[in-house]
């Protein structure tokens, strides 16, 4: 892939962003790739790359995110026939007329890029503009705790009907995805969006594990101790994020 790319003119950069870029690669790591393009030229990369992988393996599956995507840029997943299936190639493919700024270069959220080739010194680490992803965190918190108070007894309602489709769901919807977001805003505000990936390398482990706890449910009973056990948490971790002066 590599080789393909170099080889396509309209292709200025490219790099290995993912685990690669953190340095936490491993034998179930997948490849994340990026490369930066002439405008026009999307397609014809595409093309190349496909080209090359099939070249390697047959190509098990093809998926290309329906555009416009959520980042703005053309991507699609390669599955080979002949590697593990959790070795994707993920390509991401960026027009030159893309900003800098969305790029995925900020090394405090994405690490460091590996370069695989870059002759105009193109891919450079993005400076982070803290005042602005501060703003958009304060925002965000306001939305996040009128979601969560307004919400979060929607758990309880499915318990008490012994509803337990509902309860398990809107537990992990609405109470613990809030509670993590909360928890990243408190422990790792410049990847407070992250959801609940790389939680071991974002929260204190006695956290992570408290929140690994919480996950898993095997009944109602169970489900209403933790329920409040993460209500609690909430409160508490909101409560610091005032006093931080985070939120009034």
Wanted: hydrophobic share 45%; proline share 5%.
């Amino acid at each position: 892939m590599h080789q393909a790319l170099r080889a396509v003119p309209a292709v200025h950069a490219a790099w290995l962003g993912g685990s690669d870029a953190t340095g936490r690669t491993d034998g179930y790591s997948d490849v994340d790739c990026q490369a930066l393009v002439d405008d026009e030229a999307v397609e014809a990369v595409f093309t190349a790359v496909t080209a090359a992988l099939s070249a390697l393996s047959p190509i098990d599956r093809q998926y290309r995110i329906p555009e416009p995507t959520w980042h703005g840029h053309s991507q699609v997943f390669y599955r080979l026939q002949d590697a593990p299936p959790w070795l994707l190639v993920d390509l991401a493919v960026l027009k030159m007329s893309s900003s800098p700024a969305n790029r995925f270069l900020e090394p405090e959220r994405h690490g460091r890029q590996l370069v695989l080739f870059d002759d105009d010194g193109l891919v450079q680490p993005a400076s982070f503009d803290r005042p602005a992803h501060e703003a958009a965190m304060r925002a965000r918190l306001v939305h996040l705790t009128a979601r969560f108070d307004l919400f979060h007894v929607f758990v309880d309602k499915a318990i008490w009907r012994h509803d337990a489709a509902d309860a398990i769901s809107t537990y992990h919807a609405v109470t613990m995805r809030s509670l993590v977001e909360l928890l990243r805003m408190r422990y790792c505000p410049d990847r407070y969006d992250f959801g609940l990936r790389y939680l071991d390398r974002d929260l204190p482990p006695e956290v992570r594990r408290q929140v690994e706890a919480l996950l898993f449910c095997g009944s109602f009973e169970e489900l209403a101790e933790k329920q409040a056990t993460a209500v609690t948490l909430f409160q508490a971790t909101l409560n610091d994020l005032r006093q931080a002066g985070l939120m009034e």
